[in-house]
């Protein structure tokens, strides 16, 4: 397996009087390639103890595989703060995948987060009990693509019998209109320091939903394959999540940090592909 990256990247960063702001231009290619050769007998071995693929009773049953993929991306950030007390993020980010049809494999997907650091008001900077205290919220939307070539349907060779070659119609149905799946989430959280760093508490909770899950479902065998790939259903994950560390011991010499996390998660299915029950994940 091999993975290739070329990242280039465009910073800035600037202080005006109370404004400070960051930013950041950038573009990534990403191309993956990966082979398999597996080798396998069929109806055992002729000599025994002798693990040899060779050695098979039967034509030796060989899978070759060669998928390549590739991924051209653009993205931008930005970062604007005031006064060390707001905080306002936005970034955006358009691939173009490969395994994806033309016309279609170009998706667009942005993000933005406001953060209040509350301790910098007056009335709480002063509280020497507590340093930090933050409040944040932000919202995010992620494209995905699909497996590689589900879009083309392809004949699969199997093994020969004798001198003839077998080829078979591949058993999930590609489809040439598959779009790209996106996942939409918000987020509200607290974060608070206190005792000059000694203890925190970091809680959160959040709401995710994904449309458009490429899917494989099923079809009826008699119309010659067993699945085929859709764009469909909604599931949607909230849960909360909630940290807790402290220092137990601090010294000269050494020091003993604790850590706590709790985390709790809710997934529902909230809608399938148009027709189906149920999806079955394996058999």
Do not use: C
């Not at 993020?89 to 691939?95: E, K, L, Q, Y």
């Not at 790939?229 to 909360?240: A, D, L, R, T």
């Amino acid at each position: 397996y091999n993975e290739y990256n070329t990242e280039l990247m465009l910073r800035y960063n600037q202080t005006f009087n109370d404004w400070s702001v960051s930013a950041m231009l950038g573009s990534n290619f990403r191309q993956d390639h990966w082979t398999t050769n597996y080798g396998q007998t069929v109806g055992g071995l002729i000599v025994p103890d002798l693990y040899a693929v060779s050695n098979s009773v039967s034509p030796v049953r060989v899978t070759e595989t060669d998928v390549q993929t590739g991924v051209n991306s653009l993205f931008g950030m930005a970062s604007v703060g005031f006064k060390n007390f707001l905080y306002l993020d936005v970034t955006g980010r358009n691939d173009w995948s490969s395994t994806l049809p033309e016309g279609s494999n170009s998706y667009f997907y942005p993000a933005a987060s406001l953060s209040f650091i509350l301790t910098e008001l007056n009335g709480l900077n002063d509280l020497s009990w507590m340093t930090l205290l933050k409040l944040r919220g932000n919202y995010a939307e992620v494209g995905n693509d699909a497996p590689a070539y589900a879009t083309a349907s392809t004949y699969t060779q199997n093994t020969s019998w004798g001198d003839l070659a077998l080829f078979s119609v591949n058993s999930t149905l590609q489809n040439p209109e598959l779009k790209p799946e996106t996942t939409k989430s918000w987020e509200v959280g607290l974060e608070a320091m206190f005792l000059n760093n000694r203890l925190g508490l970091d809680v959160a909770y959040y709401v995710s939903n994904s449309f458009d899950q490429i899917l494989p479902v099923l079809v009826s065998p008699f119309s010659g394959v067993t699945r085929r790939w859709v764009n469909g259903g909604q599931i949607e994950n909230k849960g909360w999540e909630i940290g807790l560390t402290g220092t137990a011991i601090e010294s000269k010499d050494w020091r003993w940090d604790i850590g706590v996390n709790w985390w709790q998660n809710r997934s529902k299915v909230i809608e399938l592909y148009e027709g189906v029950d149920n999806l079955l994940i394996y058999s």
